[in-house]
């Protein structure tokens, strides 16, 4: 099995895809050389045609994007960062969204929505944030958010695949991560999370970036005889609330962990789920740890200070078991 990181991963799966289906092309900023390096060459294996830089005008090609799906592409359309979606709000939450439904299921709108989020040490606050929660509430869309190589191209190829307009958030942060990602056609369902590691004592739903760091703390913890289980759950909807409430019923505690805002943001929302549906299984209330409600500061000691740490994760969790 090869090893790849995030990057390679990301690019392993759109060429397989625009091998697959010669319907399907790319489009957005700066997608003929890649500005992160995940578009890298691809525009020599299949031409300008299925390649396309846009103007940077995002409400411009997002809206060009929908129309090509409702005319039988299969369009994957690259924002670069994930805070330029507001320049096109109306084309992806009013249109895309909803154009499926409002035609009674005669449009589709096969649409991969790719885009770079997350602090990344130094990028600033229009660079760095984490803009996911904003779409939760609007119906139509789903949302993805790996957490590593392997599931960042078995998403990829799932969200590409959906004939409904799918967002999949890519944290600036793992571009290097590496690992075994398995060669070929590996697809990862969307609306299904993965138990990262087992434990009983306490569950750790962390979103995206938040598993690598979720992971150290549950090794930090276990010395100390505190069997952590970690959560990843992949995609932000569909939400996989069966597994998320199981293993809250094995641990009857639950920290979430997430690189949004804190007020009205992911961890908010899986917190009210859980307050809803898994309150006979709570032994204590339900934690969030999350990052500051600021803007992200340019200043890396300041970023640091306003994201969501494994520190502030291990104290979540040493809190809610009063050690």
Known sequence: MPQLNFIQAINSALAEEMERDPLTFLMGEDVVLGAFGATKGLIDKFGAKRVRNTPISEAGFVGAAVGAAMA?????????????????????????????????????????????????????????????????????LKLVVPSGPADMKGLLKSAIRDDNPVIVFEHGGLGRLKEEVPAGDHLVALGKAAVKR???????????????????????????????????????????????????????RIVVADEGHLRGGAAADIASMVAEKGFDSL????????????????SPPLERAAVADEARIERAIRELLGN
């Open 283 to 298: 032994d204590a209330p339900v934690k969030r740890v999350a990052s500051l409600d600021v803007p992200i500061p340019f």
């Open 72 to 140: 039988g592409t299969r369009p994957i359309c690259e924002v670069e960062f994930a805070s330029f979606f507001y320049c096109a709000f109306d084309q992806v939450c009013n249109q895309a969204a909803k154009l499926r439904y409002m035609s009674g299921g005669q449009a589709r709108l096969p649409i991969t929505f790719r885009a770079v989020f997350g602090a990344m040490g130094g990028a600033a606050a229009q660079h760095s944030e984490t803009v996911y929660a904003q779409f939760l509430s609007v119906p139509g």
């Open 198 to 252: 087992e434990g009983k004592d306490v569950t750790l739903v962390a979103i995206g970036a938040m598993v690598p760091k979720a992971l150290k703390v549950a090794d930090k913890l276990a010395k100390d005889n505190v069997s952590v289980e970690v959560i990843d759950p992949r995609t932000l909807m569909p939400l996989d609330e069966e597994t998320i409430l199981g293993s809250l019923a094995k641990t009857n």
